[in-house]
Each structure stands twice: as C-alpha cells, then as structure tokens.
C-alpha cells in the first residue's frame, strides 16, 4: 500500500516557476514538435526534388522533439544536464544536417564521399565533446580542443572547400543564396554551443563566469535557432525554386 501511495505522477512533468531552463525544454518540446508538422505537411507544396529535403528539415526537428520530451522530464526529476540524451539527439540531428547540404548540391554533382565526410567530422567533434562532458570532465578544454577540429573541418568544407565550390558553380543565384544562409548558420549558429560547454563546473573556461545550468539555457537556444531556422532556409529555397520552376513552365 505504501509503496502505492509513494507514486509519483507519471505523465504530468511539474514545473517550478524560477525555473528558467525548465522553461526552455517546455518551450523547445513543443516548437520542435510543430516545426515537424509545418514541415512535413509543406512537402505537398513544392517541387518532388525539394520534398526530400523538407522531409529532412522534418526529420530533424521530430527527432529533436521526442529527445526534448525525454530531456523536458529528466531535467525535472533531476535539474541535472541529460547530457546522455543530448548527444544521442545530435548524433542523429548533425549528420541529417549534412545531408541537407549534400541533397541540395547533389543537383550540382555532389558526390557521396562529400557526405561521408561531413558525417564523419561531426561525428568526430560530438564523441570528442561526449567525451569532455562526462569521462574526462576534469579535462574538459583539451576534449573541447580535439572537437573544434571537427568543427573546424565542416566550416571548412561550406565556406572553402568542396561544398563552397559546388555551390559557386552551379550559377543558381537561389542556391546560392540558401547556401550562404545556411554556412553563416553554422559559423554563427552552431557556435552557440562551445559557449554552453564551457560552462562545464571547475574545468570549463566559462565556469567562474556562467552558471553551470546555463550549459542547458545555450544548448536548448542553440537548438532552436538551428534545426527549425536552418528547416525553414530549406523551406524557403525549396518554395523560390518550386515558384521560378512554375513561371518558366509558364512562360
Ligand atoms: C541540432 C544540433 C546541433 C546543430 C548541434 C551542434 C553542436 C555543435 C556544433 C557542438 C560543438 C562543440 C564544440 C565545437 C566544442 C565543444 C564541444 C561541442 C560538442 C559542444
């Protein structure tokens, strides 16, 4: 009987008002969850080349909204980081982003093995930051050092390297402007997150500055600001190219 009465309510999550990261999974749960009903139902209004890439950007904001469910009530049973959960999320999120920029250069000869290997640095810097963040959380800049050079390989490869040349080449002045948006996402937007990390307690570089829950306030912004405002560059690159597709039918 005790045992029974000892229960914690299963499914409704409390919130404590003060509350501010708990606040911030609320939030990303549900803004995560109707970014993927915009974008899957958005499939139907454009061009067949583009749907594969909205089912992406949809893709990556439903995995994120079940992770923020998990992380939503971890936190709140715990206000602790659910830092296991957060890298599975970006384990599977960061190389479908990748694949964003490999479906819409792959109609300008993208080849595979440029796919491969964007995977294979972000999978990189996220072990390395895995890493850092909880076996060798005491050293935490040197884990965070090995990552950036995973990082360092993406933003090479959409600002110089093999990417960037695609994208020039292809004469597309809509491509090329949703190109450019989304490597200025993950020059700008995706260095929200080393901020977060280095907020890690004792050995993070941040930590006397930010509060260690701030990792979770700059890791769920991040979040937002990349997976549903880099799905709606898609968005609206796939939308301009159905529209210039239509008038030159047209015309
Ligand atoms: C949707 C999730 C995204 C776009 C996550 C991106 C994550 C990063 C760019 C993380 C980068 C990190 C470093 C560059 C160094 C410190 C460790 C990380 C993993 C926080």
New binding site residues.
């Given amino acids: 009987m005790e045992s029974l009465l000892s229960l914690k309510p299963l499914l409704l999550a409390t919130l404590q008002s003060g509350d501010y990261v708990g606040f911030t999974f609320f939030l990303g749960a549900m803004a995560m969850a109707a970014a993927s009903v915009f974008f899957f139902f958005e499939m139907r209004n454009v061009d067949g080349k583009w749907a594969t890439s909205l089912l992406v950007s949809g893709l990556?904001t439903f995995i994120?909204a079940v992770h923020y469910y998990y992380m939503r009530d971890f936190w709140i049973e715990n206000q602790v980081s659910p830092t296991e959960f957060r890298y599975i999320?970006?384990m599977l999120?960061?190389p479908l982003?990748c694949v964003e920029f490999y479906l819409i250069l792959k109609a300008f000869g993208a080849k595979i093995g440029l796919l491969w290997k964007m995977i294979f640095y972000s999978v990189w810097?996220?072990v390395?930051?895995?890493l850092?963040e909880t076996v060798f959380r005491d050293s935490s800049p040197l884990?965070?050092f090995i990552?950036?050079l995973?990082?360092l390989g993406i933003l090479w490869e959409v600002w110089f390297g093999s990417a960037k040349k695609l994208a020039n080449a292809s004469n597309d002045p809509v491509l090329q402007r949703a190109f450019k948006a989304l490597a200025w996402f993950v020059l700008a937007?995706?260095a929200i997150?080393?901020i977060?990390?280095m907020s890690i307690e004792g050995s993070g570089w941040l930590s006397g500055v930010l509060a260690t829950s701030s990792m979770d306030l700059i890791y769920n912004i991040?979040?937002a600001i990349?997976?549903i405002g880099f799905g709606l560059v898609i968005y609206s690159l796939a939308i301009s190219s159905s529209k210039s597709t239509a008038t030159a039918t047209a015309t």
Avoid: E, F, Q, R
Wanted: proline letters at 3%; hydrophobic letters at 35%; zero cysteines.
């Fill in positions: 990556i994120a999320d970006w999120t960061v982003m810097m996220l390395a930051g895995y850092g884990w965070g990552s950036t995973g990082y937007g995706w997150y080393p977060g990390y991040g979040d990349n997976k």
